[in-house]
């Protein structure tokens, strides 16, 4: 089993490790497409336009330019560190066997492309869903390179937002986890998507799957898994419903 994560827009703020060294990095036939995103975003950077180039918070656009603009030099985080919104809150990697955990998951970025927990990279701003010069929609410049990288093994449990996603189709026996909350209205049962409270869940069920162990090698056998873990799901076609009570 894989488990496929976007990443989080809240990041630790500053590494402390060694500078980026490329060839580290997991996937290394992502390094040529990686050198080029990297060079891309360093000058959009420094363009007047940078903020609404890269879709910046005004809040935030000092020091996400700052660190984009320093990334060679920068110190360096595991990736299991950088993350830090709601779904890795939730994902909780601190309380889990780190070596089953690096070995299951694989968090996609905008800037790296796909990412092992045990990777180190310094702190970075960039949405896969950004249009980056002269590279274009960075979900369709990554996937020809993401092709020929990925080459999981096994069951996907894929918990990737749209923008991910586009990058990179995960092939047969793949399972994306959708999240619904439901109500009942006039004696009738409707279901909403659900946008914050969807990463807390997705993040809850990766942490749950890995902690116990679980390795399930087909959809049916990933729906009692997480049945038993407590969750109300259904199975779908290739998705797995989680359903959250009103």
């Known amino acids: 089993m894989h488990i496929l994560l976007p990443p989080s827009e809240k990041k630790a703020t500053e590494g402390d490790g060694p500078p980026l060294d490329l060839a580290s990095l997991s996937f290394p036939e992502l390094t040529a497409a990686r050198k080029r995103v990297i060079t891309a975003l360093t000058r959009a950077s420094r363009r007047k336009d940078a903020p609404e180039t890269l879709g910046l918070p005004a809040g935030q656009i000092d020091e996400a330019l700052a660190r984009n603009k320093a990334l060679k030099q920068a110190p360096s985080v595991p990736v299991a560190r950088l993350y830090t919104g709601v779904l890795y809150d939730n994902l909780d990697l601190a309380s889990l066997d780190p070596e089953a955990a690096a070995e299951r998951i694989v968090v996609f970025s905008g800037?790296?492309?796909?990412?092992?927990?045990?990777?180190?990279?310094?702190?970075?701003?960039?949405?896969?869903?950004?249009?980056?010069?002269?590279?274009?929609?960075?979900?369709?410049?990554?996937?020809?390179?993401?092709?020929?990288?990925?080459?999981?093994?096994?069951?996907?449990?894929?918990?990737?937002?749209?923008?991910?996603?586009?990058?990179?189709?995960?092939?047969?026996?793949?399972?994306?986890?959708?999240?619904?909350?439901?109500?009942?209205?006039?004696?009738?049962?409707?279901?909403?998507?659900?946008?914050?409270?969807?990463?807390?869940?997705?993040?809850?069920?990766?942490?749950?799957?890995?902690?116990?162990?679980?390795?399930?090698?087909?959809?049916?056998?990933?729906?009692?898994?997480?049945?038993?873990?407590?969750?109300?799901?259904?199975?779908?076609?290739?998705?797995l419903d989680v359903i959250l009570p009103s």
């Open 111 to 239: 800037l790296w492309g796909a990412l092992r927990l045990t990777d180190r990279v310094p702190p970075y701003r960039l949405s896969m869903a950004v249009s980056l010069p002269p590279l274009g929609r960075l979900g369709t410049f990554w996937k020809p390179a993401m092709t020929k990288a990925l080459r999981p093994s096994g069951l996907i449990v894929d918990m990737r937002s749209g923008p991910y996603a586009a990058a990179w189709k995960a092939p047969r026996p793949a399972v994306a986890v959708r999240v619904f909350r439901e109500t009942i209205i006039g004696g009738v049962p409707k279901r909403t998507v659900v946008s914050h409270m969807a990463k807390a869940t997705r993040g809850a069920i990766a942490h749950d799957l890995l902690d116990a162990g679980a390795d399930p090698a087909t959809p049916e056998e990933l729906l009692k898994a997480v049945a038993d873990l407590g969750h109300t799901v259904e199975l779908n076609g290739a998705n």
